[in-house]
T-cell receptor, first 113, second 115 residues
Framework: QQQVKQSPQSLIVQKGGISIINCAYENTAFDYFPWYQQFPGKGPALLIA?????SEKKEGRFTISFNKSAKQFSLHIMDSQPGDSATYFCAPKNEGSGSRLTFGEGTQLTVNP | KAGVTQTPRYLIKTRGQQVTLSCSPI?????VSWYQQTPGQGLQFLFEYFSETQRNKGNFPGRFSGRQFSNSRSEMNVSTLELGDSALYLC??????????????FGEGSRLTVL
């Protein structure tokens, strides 16, 4: 079943631009909403995460916006840099599921210099 | 601090064979989980081990199995390999907590090709 839907599949942005990736989920039991970043040949690495008691979290150039009623959350990358070129995954989970993340399909971001 | 180490990094097997993959978690991490990554299905959860016990399992057939040792190192095994088992197998370790945090630290994966 498609519990987590991520869009767009791919995104091309110019250096200095804003990259926005969206994630929609169905499971209302999810209570932890991370974004993972994966470079070619590497495993995913946690970029930023949010809990449902806040609607937005910012860490440097990266911001998560969370809309509980719409069951959506998004990743915003400000001042995008070529080094941000990677694949991004949303991967929500619920507390009772241990380390079981439900990954979105991934968004391949390319930032042109 | 050393990261998650997976061995072997690359391997080629033929249909019907079996394979064992190994994962050494970050020192102090007691939870180890395994994921399969393919272009078609994306990243899918296989199973999680904590204190040598499987505490979560994904929707994979019984050909996929795993175990965890007392030093938290883990192995996964796939028997009777099929072409569709070709994938990147990722191991992740974490410090399990009772709150919905718990960052997963992934290794670089073992890339399995089944011919």
């Amino acid at each position: 079943q498609q519990q987590v839907k991520q869009s767009p599949q791919s995104l091309i942005v110019q250096k200095g631009g804003i990259s926005i990736i969206n994630c929609a989920y169905e499971n209302t039991a999810f209570d932890y909403f991370p974004w993972y970043q994966q470079f070619p040949g590497k495993g995913p690495a946690l970029l930023i995460a949010i809990r449902p008691d806040v609607s937005e979290k910012k860490e440097g150039r990266f911001t998560i916006s969370f809309n509980k009623s719409a069951k959506q959350f998004s990743l915003h990358i400000m001042d995008s840099q070529p080094g941000d070129s990677a694949t991004y995954f949303c991967a929500p989970k619920n507390e009772g599921s241990g380390s079981r993340l439900t990954f979105g399909e991934g968004t391949q971001l390319t930032v042109n210099p | 601090k050393a990261g998650v180490t997976q061995t072997p990094r690359y391997l080629i097997k033929t249909r019907g064979q079996q394979v064992t993959l190994s994962c050494s978690p970050i020192s102090g991490h007691r939870s180890v989980s395994w994921y399969q990554q393919t272009p078609g299905q994306g990243l899918q959860f296989l199973f999680e081990y904590f204190s040598e016990t499987q505490r979560n399992k994904g929707n994979f057939p019984g050909r996929f199995s795993g175990r965890q040792f007392s030093n938290s190192r883990s192995e996964m095994n796939v028997s009777t390999l099929e072409l569709g088992d070709s994938a990147l197998y990722l191991c992740a370790s974490s410090i399990p907590t009772g709150v919905p945090t718990g960052e997963l630290f992934f290794g670089e994966g073992s890339r399995l090709t089944v011919l």
